[in-house]
T-cell receptor, first 114, second 111 residues
Framework: SAVISQKPSRDICQRGTSLTIQCQVD?????MFWYRQQPGQSLTLIAT?????????ESGFVIDKFPISRPNLTFSTLTVSNMSPEDSSIYLC???????????FGPGTRLTVL | SQKIEQNSEALNIQEGKTATLTCNYT??????LQWYRQDPGRGPVFLLL?????KEKRKERLKVTFDTTLKQSLFHITASQPADSATYLC??????????FGGGTRVLVKP
């Protein structure tokens, strides 16, 4: 299994500002995934981050709004840029297990945009 | 388009009974299907994975079935306990594709 930590655990931000969320894994992994979970909703994949290459974004998500860094095999950041109240969500980092495709999730970052 | 449906209504069940949750999918040919548990304010936790060539999988009090003809998976919690109260998410995955989650079903086990 993988142990994942995220910082910050929660934040309240003003409209128009940006927030960078950090994700740290206790082992080296090839792919890291960033999800968004809006209030009362299920998880939606934002992008997949591979070390050494640009992240791959899902439909409806763009790099200018959600820039991602992946400087090494244990760390990634997701920035939520020019925030609006619609960005209020829980943001989750995830990695795939080495065995058979199960995914492990971080505790999430609860973002509230005023 | 691909669609994953779980009962959005909460499932209220008496302690000791069996909870049965349904996951239906369309426009999908998943190589396997996963079930996760999510508690409020936490990330999902992996529970079980069942492959397309498996009919049934068990883990302690949990049982999952997978019917590729019906395009359906059933998730059972036997001898349910109040500690089983959580939201349960299904996530079918086709080979090479990303993991996609259903909307989840909230289970409330009453003592």
């Amino acid at each position: 299994s993988a142990v994942i930590s995220q910082k910050p655990s929660r934040d309240i931000c003003q409209r128009g500002t940006s927030l960078t969320i950090q994700c740290q894994v206790d082992s080296q992994v090839t792919m890291m995934f960033w999800y968004r979970q809006q209030p009362g909703q299920s998880l939606t994949l934002i992008a997949t981050a591979n070390q050494g290459s640009e992240a791959t974004y899902e439909s409806g998500f763009v790099i200018d709004k959600f820039p991602i860094s992946r400087p090494n095999l244990t760390f990634s950041t997701l920035t939520v840029s020019n925030m609006s109240p619609e960005d209020s969500s829980i943001y989750l980092c995830s990695v795939e297990g080495s065995r058979s495709g199960e995914q492990f999730f971080g505790p999430g970052t609860r973002l509230t945009v005023l | 388009s691909q669609k994953i449906e779980q009962n959005s209504e909460a499932l209220n069940i008496q302690e000791g009974k069996t909870a049965t949750l349904t996951c239906n999918y369309t426009n999908y040919s998943p190589a396997y299907l996963q079930w996760y548990r999510q508690d409020p304010g936490r990330g999902p936790v992996f529970l079980l994975l069942i492959r397309e060539n498996e009919k049934e999988k068990r883990k302690e009090r949990l049982k999952v079935t997978f019917d590729t003809t019906l395009k359906q998976s059933l998730f059972h919690i036997t001898a349910s306990q109040p500690a089983d109260s959580a939201t349960y998410l299904c996530a079918p995955k086709a080979a090479g594709n990303k993991l996609t989650f259903g909307g989840g079903t909230r289970v409330l086990v009453k003592p």
